[in-house]
């Protein structure tokens, strides 16, 4: 009999809860998973505290549950990816070839299939690849992570075909300026791109917030005072 392969629930469970199939603050438990994932509940405990290590689940007791969205923590990671990336993106105009450009451009260019899935994916595939062409692999092992993170969000921020193309059009932009060699304005249109969508997801959380709670999602404000009776 073959053997369970442990990764299986882990990308079953992580794609889940990216995609609000299992919504934010929504209660989990091993056994109540057997189900989705056709895992035992060993490889799903496994794959709960990996979650975990991502920011996507905490425990609850002696139970799971979804992380819920946290608007500090999105301004914080957000701010995070955009000193990250402006440092990356000064070492690319520098490092990176002719060849591995276009090639990024290409990974950059509208896609078969235009959803949020794939605005999703590809959008976070364009800056970890960006950030790989700096050479220094912690650039790229922390923008991994802090899209990770915005994972969930930013499918929130690519909910229309205009604001993909839009995002697609700002990545564009960010190429021609770093194959044209100029560092500052490959930086500035970087940390413009990030500001932006900082600005637009921020918002958008903080106006919805009640009718998104209304479908179950669990939003909160962890850096917020607490209020007074």
Not at 140 to 163: G, H, N, Y
Not at 190 to 205: D, I, K, N, Q, S
């Amino acid at each position: 009999m073959p053997h369970t392969d442990d990764r299986a629930p882990y990308a079953t469970l992580r794609a889940a809860i990216l995609s609000f199939d299992l919504l934010p603050g929504e209660s989990l438990s091993e056994r109540g998973l057997e189900p989705l994932t056709g895992a035992s509940r060993t490889p799903i405990r496994a794959a709960l505290l990996r979650l975990e290590g991502e920011g996507l689940t905490r425990r609850d007791g002696r139970g799971w549950r979804v992380a819920p969205i946290d608007l500090s923590e999105v301004h914080a990671a957000m701010e995070f990816r955009e000193a990250v990336e402006t440092g990356a993106v000064a070492l690319v105009v520098d490092r990176a070839s002719d060849d591995d450009l276009a090639a990024l451009r290409a990974l950059a260019e509208e896609p078969e299939h235009d959803d949020e899935e794939a605005g999703v994916r590809d959008g976070g595939d364009f800056h970890v690849a960006l950030a790989r062409l700096s050479g220094n692999a912690f650039f790229a092992d922390a923008l991994a992570d802090v899209m990770t993170r915005l994972s969930r969000t930013r499918w929130l921020e690519v909910r229309t075909p205009q604001a993909r193309a839009h995002a697609r059009d700002e990545h564009a932009a960010i190429l021609d300026a770093i194959l044209a060699r100029e560092a500052e304005t490959a930086t500035a249109l970087v940390a413009a791109h990030a500001r932006g969508t900082r600005e637009r997801l921020v918002g958008f959380l903080e106006g919805e917030r009640r009718r998104l709670r209304g479908r179950g999602m669990a939003i909160v404000d962890g850096g917020a005072e607490p209020s007074a009776g």
